[in-house]
């Protein structure tokens, strides 16, 4: 049985490069195993085969129904939710259905949630859907609020794609009232800064003032992130205040991801300045910049002329 079935797989898999492959994805998609679904489901995606849009949808309707035997881990309505996103499928009926679905399965100790991925998948595909954007932003705001922390990652993320001014207010709310896992409030972060980066400078800095080392390190990498010059200044000016080595640290790696020349010669001067890990981690930020290339042999001469070994050491690692 596992060799048929393992046959059955490679045969699916080989519909990558048939000619028409159509007819049989349609077979395989409405198959009573999950995997198998899940395999066809991934393939008509990627072939971009629209046409099967209709079978994929009633695919999904058939796994709702006790879904945890005829679905376990949600293989199948995964790959359906993300066919039917990547075929630019603009009815909302089937993602509507997946982001408020729940599927607690049983576990070691007692049961988990087998469903968030999806929900976070119909929250990114709604945005695109043909509704009213007040119905679409209240199903992302109260995803913010999904037990699962990826859900709510994906829901922030979602907020920004979906380009609605409306979108910051859940956004700053969020971030206000905080989340338990630092890199939901990152996400709010770098959401607000996509959809309104010139108002949201200021309330995204007031954060590198927050309680949690966490949360100033969201806060500075979505500030760093920014190509607004005023956000840049506002790193500055908090890389000068005395505090803790580990948040210098991060602030530096932070500034690796800056798309402003001056972010790179800022670097530049630690590496040439500083004393200690400081330098190092500059380093190591610049080698991970989109500047690596341009600065390498400045990068070389200062450490020649500083002939540190962990700075040698580093080099030879970030610019080899």
């Not at 085969?49 to 006790?66: G, M």
């Not at 005829?70 to 990547?86: E, T």
């Not at 890389?239 to 010669?265: C, F, I, Q, T, W």
Request: glycine share 6%.
């Amino acid at each position: 049985m596992s060799k048929a079935f393992d046959q059955k797989i490679e045969a699916i898999e080989a519909l990558r490069t048939a000619s028409d492959p159509a007819p049989q994805l349609r077979k395989a998609i409405q198959d009573r195993n999950n995997y198998v679904v899940s395999k066809a489901a991934a393939i008509a995606g990627s072939l971009k085969l629209d046409a099967l849009i209709p079978d994929l949808a009633a695919a999904f309707d058939r796994f709702l129904i006790d879904p945890v035997k005829s679905d376990p881990q949600c293989w199948a309505k995964n790959a359906i939710a993300k066919a039917l996103k990547d075929l630019g499928c603009r009815e909302a009926r089937v993602f509507l259905l997946g982001i408020g679905h729940v599927q607690p399965e049983p576990v070691w100790g007692g049961q988990a949630d087998s469903a968030g991925t999806l929900r976070g998948t119909c929250a990114l595909a709604l945005v695109d859907c043909h509704m009213d954007d007040l119905v679409i932003l209240t199903h992302l705001t109260d995803r913010l609020a999904d037990t699962e922390a990826p859900v709510r990652v994906d829901a922030a993320l979602a907020l920004a794609q979906f380009g609605r001014p409306e979108g910051i207010l859940p956004l700053r709310l969020k971030a206000w009232v905080g989340d338990e896992e630092p890199e939901v409030t990152g996400q709010c972060f770098a959401s607000l800064m996509a959809l309104a980066p010139g108002e949201s400078i200021g309330f995204v800095g007031q954060f590198l003032n927050a309680k949690k080392e966490e949360v100033r390190g969201e806060a500075a990498a979505a500030l760093a992130q920014s190509r607004e010059p005023e956000a840049f200044r506002i790193l500055m000016e908090f890389y000068k205040r005395k505090m803790p080595a580990e948040v210098r640290h991060g602030l530096l790696m932070a500034l690796g991801a800056s798309p402003l020349p001056e972010a790179a010669d800022f670097l530049l001067t630690v590496i040439q300045k500083e004393t200690g890990d400081f330098g190092v981690t500059a380093l190591k930020a610049l080698g991970a910049s989109r500047f690596r290339h341009d600065l390498r042999d400045r990068v070389r001469v200062i450490v020649e002329e500083k002939d540190e070994e962990n700075l040698r050491k580093a080099f030879r690692s970030e610019f080899a």
